[in-house]
């Protein structure tokens, strides 16, 4: 059963920034990919980036510029560095974790989420 464990949420005053980590444990396949959606009350959860292989990571447009997602692979996690938070960021980040075979079925994991409150 893989493990996927979420930290870095808080509170931060518009403009500010926070830093959120993602680590998976207990695979025994290798991460095809690694992501963060969030969810804001009374709305769907939404993809705010992911990066898979080697592939360049991708942005929800309402974070470009703002957000960065990188990932340590001998760690096995990933990070998600915003900056300019706006209030409409606000939501519970989830951290998304692909793995499998490389021509194999994809099986996901999601971690328990963590708050991010942006105050205006």
């Known amino acids: 059963q893989v493990q996927v464990v979420e930290s870095g949420g808080g509170v931060v005053q518009a403009g500010g920034s926070l830093r959120l980590s993602c680590a998976a444990s207990?695979?025994?396949?290798?991460?095809?990919?690694m992501g963060w959606y969030r969810q804001a009350p009374g709305k769907q959860r939404e993809l705010v980036a992911s990066?898979?292989?080697?592939?360049?990571?991708n942005y929800a447009d309402s974070v470009k510029g703002r957000f960065s997602i990188f990932r340590d692979n001998a760690k096995n996690t990933v990070y998600l560095q915003m900056n300019s938070l706006k209030p409409e960021d606000t939501a519970v980040y989830y951290c998304?974790?692909?793995?499998?075979?490389?021509?194999?079925?994809?099986?996901?994991?999601w971690g328990q989420g963590t708050q991010v409150t942006v105050s205006s």
């Open positions: 998304n974790v692909r793995v499998g075979r490389l021509l194999g079925p994809t099986y996901v994991y």
């Open positions: 990066i898979n292989g080697g592939d360049s990571p």
């Open positions: 207990g695979s025994s396949f290798s991460i095809k990919g």
